[in-house]
């Protein structure tokens, strides 16, 4: 019998040498900057922050409406002051905190509950909006257009108001992912100025012809929504070609909405505050629709040549 100390080893198996082999290969020519799938922990880590942030911003959106008398509940300047300076200041803070602390980690995968709840949740959202404008309209006698008074959408206009706020995630997703390219001009300005236009309008003039431009808004935000949800899980969407047109369909509503109801307005009743709101919105929609139409050209050029590149080459 031998002793302990003599004994042999037994020699590795061939299965156990062939993994050793294949996990020194695969970490020998894995490429430079390759990036780690995201834990279950981490993902869930992420859903947790974003529905926090999301309660928070309900709990002070859904305010108890029979209590809300608007514009008199507005809150000051200094809120939409606050949070368009913070939306500015920490677009390129998140940048350089996803360039130095996520450069390894496979964002996508690790955004994509996040992102897949956000999502949906406005298309409900702005679905519920779309719901309770169209029931004021139908329903409660709500004046289709010319109508300085009626209080029945205020509270509505009020939550999309405050969904501009929520809607810097689009950014925010956009900046984490990498995606800087998305983050253009276009994007950020309609971000930024939006938020003010729709604070002005809630000052100035809550009630009666207000809420068309939200219900439009509304519509296009539930289409638009409902694309990325789409995109995010690999289904195919068959409006996705038409949501610029859409958007450029809504700019045009909205401007020739704006100009016919102040002309319906009575003489005695109209004031200063209503053409500085519909004024605010003119303006809102008419810089959009020129820089939504600049985008739309570019992209559409950009298609046809290279369809035309791809038919030259196949040609030859």
Known sequence: MCKPSERLTSPPSPTSVVEVETQLLQKKFAPIGAQ?????LAKFSCVGILVSIMA?????TFVPEDEQTFPDCMHSYKVPLALTAFYLISLPLLKKFTDTMLKEVDVKALLLPSMVIYNVSQVILNGWMV???IHALTMKGHPFIGDLHSTISSFVVWVHYCDKYLEFFDTYFMVLRGRMDQVSFLHVYHHFTIAWAWWIGLIMFPQGD??????????IHVFMYAYYSLSLLKIACPWKKYLTQLQLAQFTSVILYSIFSMRMWS???????HFIAIGTQLF???TLFVLFYYFYQKSYSKKKADKLTSKASKEQ
Do not use: Q, T
Request: hydrophobic residues 50%; glycine residues 6%.
């Open 131 to 133: 719901y309770r404008f």
């Open 284 to 286: 809102e929609m008419s």
């Open 210 to 219: 207000a809420y068309f431009g939200a219900l439009l808004n509304s519509i």
């Open 56 to 60: 928070v911003w309900g709990k002070f």
């Open 267 to 273: 003489v005695e009743e109209r004031a200063a505050k």
């Open 36 to 40: 780690r799938a995201p834990s279950a």
